[in-house]
């Protein structure tokens, strides 16, 4: 069965970090594109930032870029969302998401195997 795991959300600070990390269980996280996503309350899932399967290129949204860091460990079949100078505007659930056969997306429908979900507040 597949499945995926998130862990690592909590409370933070404002300015401060949080490391989130995504563990998969019944496939290899190598071979998948693997996404975050975030929501907030009233309003819709939106990507963040994704690693393609492979060669591992990555991308992130405008509003991430240069604060977030994604990263595999394969050993450990695990993806980590390094999140830095948290804002506000970052508290949301966060979900890891695997898709395979896709790259360069961060389309919801694309993603074929979801983890619950991990929360962040970020408050002072």
């Known amino acids: 069965q597949l499945q995926l795991v998130e862990s690592g959300g909590g409370l933070v600070q404002p300015g401060g970090s949080l490391r989130l990390s995504c563990a998969a269980s019944?496939?290899?996280?190598?071979?998948?594109?693997v996404a975050w996503f975030r929501q907030a309350p009233g309003k819709e899932r939106e990507g963040v930032v994704y690693?393609?399967?492979?060669?591992?290129?990555?991308y992130y949204v405008d509003s991430v870029k240069g604060r977030f860091t994604i990263s595999r460990d394969s050993a450990k079949n695990t993806i980590y969302l390094q999140k830095n100078s948290l804002k506000s505007s970052d508290a949301a659930v966060y979900y890891c998401?695997?898709?395979?056969?896709?790259?360069?997306?961060?389309?919801?429908?694309?993603?074929?195997?979801w983890g619950q979900g991990t929360q962040v507040t970020v408050s002072s």
């Open positions: 019944g496939f290899s996280l190598d071979y998948y594109t």
């Open positions: 690693i393609n399967s492979g060669d591992g290129t990555t």
């Open positions: 998401a695997a898709g395979c056969a896709i790259r360069n997306t961060l389309i919801l429908a694309q993603y074929d195997c």
